[in-house]
């Protein structure tokens, strides 16, 4: 006897015709009709929606260098209609996002140049995106040290997570920088959205802390605080989701907290709730970056394997995250924001008195 197809109730497969003038949100609906990633992206941009609509506290991992290369306006987008709650970045991206803020040089080029060429001219490049030395990393550097020795009063003398140093420095840009309104930095400050960093000392603002150090104004930065602090939020949320661009120390920083809450500090916690996750690393390497949010749930770094809660999408997020963030956009009313910046010691005595 013949077997029925075990895809009978699948939905049927249906050519799907494009339409002038789709928006986002009609485009990516279109291609989750069809196949492969297109169809992981149409996912991801549903999950995104869900999360945004049920109020999840919402983190936003950067990694790579999209910052540098102008995408930080999508974040700040994103910020503004209160869809980003907490953010975790590279050192090398807030460091980054102010050359906008104080309007450094910083050029679209094409990424075929003479290296060697461009080293002698003091021109420095991150593939397609240029950058002077002087004009804009050095310029950078001095204003990093201005911001220290203005503000060293409220930074100087106490263990010092990096979500403060980077709200203070928000706040500084916001009246110090000609163009505030163009820095990520600056719109979490505004929104009381703590913006982590991945590590402590892997990057420009940490060598400028080298030298101030030195030159009189030295802070204590504390990676034991960052740790119990984001680990705060999210025991203190009632749910939580992941968004995480490319993978690497961001990813790591978020996903930790799950483990910091119920491994280390030794109080009851199943992990977040939903992740969303886009980057072109592959499994099979072993990195942080690919590892799969399946194995992750071993870890305890989410609850629970579930393909409608958790989704990883192939592709480069400079392509990906802007159309991911444009559906949300559309489809989503404004939240009010949670300012979390505002609540932080609120938040840490509930994970303290917790695991007593």
Not at 95 to 117: C, G, M, N, Q, T
Not at 150 to 156: F, N, P
Not at 194 to 199: E, R, T
Not at 282 to 306: H, I, N, Q
Request: glycine content about 10%.
């Amino acid at each position: 006897m013949k077997k029925q197809s075990l895809f009978h109730d699948a939905p049927d497969l249906v050519p799907v015709r494009l339409k002038p003038k789709m928006n986002v949100p009609d485009l990516l609906e279109s291609i989750g009709r069809t196949c492969f990633e297109a169809r992981n992206v149409w996912r991801g941009a549903e999950l995104f929606r869900r999360m945004v609509r049920d109020n999840d506290t919402l983190w936003l991992g950067i990694a790579g260098a999209g910052i540098a290369g102008g995408m930080g306006g999508m974040v700040i987008s994103l910020l503004e209609s209160g869809f980003i709650d907490v953010i975790c970045s590279t050192g090398a991206q807030v460091y980054h996002d102010l050359h906008f803020a104080f309007k450094l040089p910083v050029k679209r080029i094409s990424p075929h140049w003479d290296d060697d060429e461009l080293r002698e001219h003091g021109d420095t490049r991150i593939y397609d995106i240029g950058i002077r030395e002087q004009e804009t990393l050095e310029a950078q550097d001095a204003i990093i040290r201005d911001f220290v020795r203005d503000r060293h009063a409220a930074l100087g003398g106490r263990d010092l997570s990096s979500w403060e140093f980077n709200f203070e420095l928000g706040r500084w840009v916001l009246e110090k920088a000609p163009f505030p309104e163009r820095s990520f930095v600056a719109a979490c400050a505004k929104a009381g959205v703590p913006l982590f960093w991945d590590s402590l000392s892997n990057h420009s603002i940490a060598m400028n802390l080298t030298r101030t150090d030195r030159e009189g104004f030295p802070l204590r930065l504390s990676g034991q605080k960052d740790i119990f602090d984001s680990a705060s939020i999210v025991y203190g949320s009632r749910k939580t989701g992941f968004i995480e661009l490319g993978g690497g120390g961001p990813k790591n920083f978020i996903q930790q907290t799950g483990p910091t809450i119920s491994q280390i500090l030794s109080v009851s916690y199943e992990g977040a709730d939903r992740g969303l996750q886009i980057g072109t690393a592959v499994e099979r390497e072993g990195s942080l970056s690919s590892c799969t949010f399946g194995e992750a749930v071993t870890w305890g770094k989410y609850r629970r394997a579930d393909e409608d809660k958790l989704v990883q999408i192939w592709g480069e997020y400079s392509v990906i995250f802007p159309l991911l963030a444009a559906h949300v956009l559309t489809r989503c009313r404004k939240r009010k924001h949670k300012r979390i910046a505002d609540r932080m010691q609120d938040l840490s005595a509930k994970l303290e008195q917790a695991r007593t």
